[in-house]
């Protein structure tokens, strides 16, 4: 069982930077691949970035050049870097582990608004 902890949401103007966390329970981290996954309400929960065991990474069209995820497997620690927030960046953001089985963490709010 893989408990996941998120952190970092907020609000915040357009043009603006978050920075979300996600920490990890275990000690089988570095297998899995760990994605954050946005929700806004009336829209299906969508994929915003992923980063595999291995490193590579890839992100939906919406955020390429504005948002960075990275992993750091001695923290169990996944982060996304959210910069040049824009109002329909406004969502509930999940983190994600997928190995054999998927694990998602309880969601943290992020409002882009002026």
């Known amino acids: 069982q893989v408990q996941l902890v998120e952190s970092g949401g907020g609000l915040v103007q357009p043009g603006g930077s978050l920075r979300l966390s996600c920490v990890a329970s275990?000690?089988?981290?570095?297998?899995?691949?760990m994605a954050w996954y946005r929700q806004s309400p009336g829209k299906q929960r969508e994929l915003v970035a992923a980063?595999?065991?291995?490193?590579?990474?890839n992100y939906a069209d919406s955020v390429k050049g504005r948002f960075t995820i990275s992993r750091d497997n001695a923290k169990n620690t996944v982060a996304l870097q959210m910069n040049s927030l824009e109002p329909e960046d406004t969502a509930v953001y999940y983190c994600?582990?997928?190995?054999?089985?998927?694990?998602w963490g309880q969601g943290t709010q992020v409002t882009v608004s002026s």
């Open positions: 980063i595999g065991s291995g490193g590579t990474t």
């Open positions: 275990g000690s089988s981290f570095r297998m899995y691949t």
């Open positions: 994600k582990a997928a190995w054999l089985r998927n694990y």
